[in-house]
């Protein structure tokens, strides 16, 4: 199997199961770590790859479905591996892409840099799913990205719930959960008169800005933020 004909082939056997879309932010997530490149993945990189896509694809795919998933990457696995003069396995009949009527609220357990990665790329490419413009969808990835940065530096992790709402007025919402210290002087961060010397608040006001309706609440026991992108 020869460089880049690998991740196409990946490719492919995503879209069985995700938009073209999802698919190619979840590849890209899944080497970016791996210091891999979708131009010249090879046959030899394949099994780690493949072993690292399924977390990455967990929260895309039904559970119902996974298994039919495994089963099609693993057969990846076995054609690049098929000795010269024998016929590779056959490609298996391709499965109905999901659609934006699939999308349902999901939640990411933060607590590492490649969850972090995880929830921003999912939230953009349901963003794109549900017809969000570029920059929208930029928004929704980046306030994401803040929040689940901030879970990991001051909270020791958390949670981001991903809702697409389609009526009376489409949008996604996100709600944001951990159980930390809370963020102090809250006021005078969402103001933008407030800095802090670790930088605590600052990813907060951020997505203030960047999204259409947004409420934060802290205390002792955590921060609950949630916010909505209107698309």
Same mark, same amino acid.
């Given at each position: 199997?020869?460089?880049?004909?690998?991740?196409?082939?990946? %490719?492919?056997?995503?879209?069985?199961?995700?938009?073209?879309?999802?698919? *190619?932010?979840?590849?890209?997530?899944?080497?970016?770590?791996?210091?891999?490149?979708?131009?010249?993945?090879?046959?030899?990189?394949?099994? *780690?790859?493949? &072993?690292?896509?399924?977390? @990455?694809?967990?929260?895309?795919?039904?559970?119902?479905?996974?298994?039919?998933?495994?089963?099609?990457?693993?057969?990846?696995?076995?054609?690049?591996?098929?000795?010269?003069?024998?016929?590779?396995?056959?490609?298996?009949?391709?499965?109905?892409?999901?659609?934006?009527?699939? @999308?349902?609220?999901?939640?990411?357990?933060?607590?590492?840099?490649?969850?972090?990665?995880?929830?921003?790329?999912?939230?953009? @490419?349901?963003?794109?799913?549900?017809?969000?413009?570029?920059?929208?969808?930029?928004?929704?990835?980046?306030?994401?990205?803040? %929040?689940?940065?901030?879970?990991?530096?001051?909270?020791?992790?958390?949670?981001?719930?991903?809702?697409?709402?389609?009526?009376?007025?489409?949008?996604? *919402?996100?709600? @944001?959960?951990?159980?930390?210290?809370?963020?102090?002087?809250?006021?005078?961060?969402?103001?933008?008169?407030?800095?802090?010397?670790?930088?605590?608040?600052?990813?907060?006001?951020?997505?203030?800005?960047?999204?259409?309706?947004?409420?934060?609440?802290?205390?002792?026991?955590?921060?609950?933020? &949630?916010?909505?992108?209107?698309?």
């Amino acid at each position: 199997m020869s460089r880049g004909v690998t991740s196409t082939q990946l %490719l492919g056997v995503l879209q069985h199961f995700m938009t073209e879309t999802a698919a *190619r932010l979840v590849l890209r997530g899944t080497l970016e770590p791996l210091r891999l490149s979708a131009d010249t993945l090879g046959a030899a990189e394949l099994p *780690r790859v493949i &072993e690292a896509l399924e977390p @990455a694809t967990r929260h895309f795919v039904d559970p119902a479905r996974r298994p039919d998933l495994a089963a099609r990457l693993r057969a990846l696995t076995a054609t690049a591996t098929v000795p010269s003069g024998l016929s590779a396995a056959r490609e298996p009949t391709p499965a109905p892409a999901m659609t934006t009527m699939d @999308a349902r609220p999901t939640t990411y357990l933060v607590r590492t840099e490649a969850d972090a990665s995880h929830a921003r790329l999912a939230a953009r @490419a349901l963003c794109e799913s549900m017809g969000g413009r570029g920059y929208e969808c930029q928004k929704v990835a980046t306030a994401v990205s803040e %929040l689940a940065r901030n879970q990991i530096s001051y909270a020791g992790g958390g949670t981001i719930q991903l809702i697409p709402v389609q009526t009376p007025r489409k949008l996604l *919402r996100v709600r @944001a959960e951990d159980q930390g210290r809370g963020i102090p002087e809250l006021e005078r961060v969402l103001s933008g008169t407030y800095r802090s010397k670790t930088g605590m608040g600052l990813g907060i006001l951020g997505v203030k800005r960047l999204a259409d309706r947004f409420e934060v609440k802290t205390g002792a026991t955590g921060t609950q933020v &949630e916010f909505e992108v209107w698309l």
